[in-house]
């Protein structure tokens, strides 16, 4: 089964782009001190994954219902997200006012989400034949 | 609203659910007929089905496309007419079992004896 799709490979470049300017735009507000408006920047970052997510996702599914598509763009969701935070951290492109603690309890946190997900992927796999589900091939 | 339009869209209604899953079947049945590519398939549908079946060709190279990676179809690229090759279509040695069993199971009960005159008597 192919597991990096066309689609999967176009949103992690979307994914890259759009975090790189999400941390960027987070370190320059905290750098001037723009406390109360870093919310507005979180929650359009927010809202552009999810909707480059939920594009490139229905793409994906169109060209073939595998079920685990879901699941292979959280993953890789969760590992450009943090690898990117992470990396900004050790090449000291954070403020002041950024910590690696709270870098890392990110990580733990929605890593334990992704866990919850990879099990639930664990269980859907018995209702498919390799990949897609019994009631969607004849559909 | 009079009998004819009622007896109408109660029988448009029966025809499109029906009509849903009897898709694969007729893409089954035009690939046991030998190999094709999608134009191909698609005429060969809507003919046999007296224009009662219509299908699109992205919808059918997205059912393709499901056949093929369950393993029940396979195509190999074949030369068009003065264009681009094409992909023909064909039925796996499992995909020509799951047809037969198919007709088996759920076909060849509309030919015994009892149900062939049910369909064909008018009371």
């Excluded at chain 1, 994906?60 to 763009?73: A, E, H, N, S, V």
């Excluded at chain 1, 951290?89 to 403020?95: A, F």
Aim: net charge positive; aromatic share 14%.
């Amino acid at each position: 089964m192919k597991t990096i799709t066309k689609n999967l490979m176009a949103f992690s470049i979307g994914l890259i782009v759009l975090t790189i300017a999400f941390r960027f735009s987070l370190s320059s507000m905290l750098q001037n001190r723009l406390f109360g408006s870093v919310w507005i920047i979180a929650a359009i970052y927010g809202i552009l994954i999810f909707i480059i997510g939920w594009i490139f996702g229905k793409k994906d599914k169109l060209y073939l219902p595998l079920y685990d598509i879901g699941f292979r763009f959280h993953l890789a969701t969760y590992i450009i997200c943090n690898l990117i935070a992470e990396v900004w951290y050790r090449i000291g492109l954070q403020t002041e006012y950024e910590n690696v603690r709270t870098i890392h309890l990110t990580a733990i946190f929605w890593g334990i989400g992704l866990l919850i997900h990879f099990i639930i992927y664990l269980f859907t796999r018995k209702n498919a034949i390799k990949g897609i589900k019994k009631s969607e091939i004849f559909e | 609203m009079s009998k004819n339009d009622q007896l109408s869209e109660l029988l448009s209604a029966w025809e499109e659910t029906y009509k849903k899953g009897q898709l694969t079947l007729w893409i089954f049945l035009s690939l046991k007929d030998g190999k094709k590519y999608v134009d191909e398939i698609k005429s060969f549908v809507e003919e046999q089905s007296n224009h009662t079946m219509t299908c699109e060709s992205q919808s059918l190279y997205r059912n393709l496309r499901k056949y093929q990676h369950v393993g029940v179809v396979d195509f190999e690229t074949g030369e068009g007419n003065k264009g681009p090759e094409r992909k023909y279509y064909f039925l796996t040695g499992l995909g020509l079992e799951l047809l037969n069993s198919f007709i088996e199971r759920n076909i060849n009960l509309f030919f015994s004896k009892q149900i062939k005159n049910l369909i064909i008597s008018e009371d």
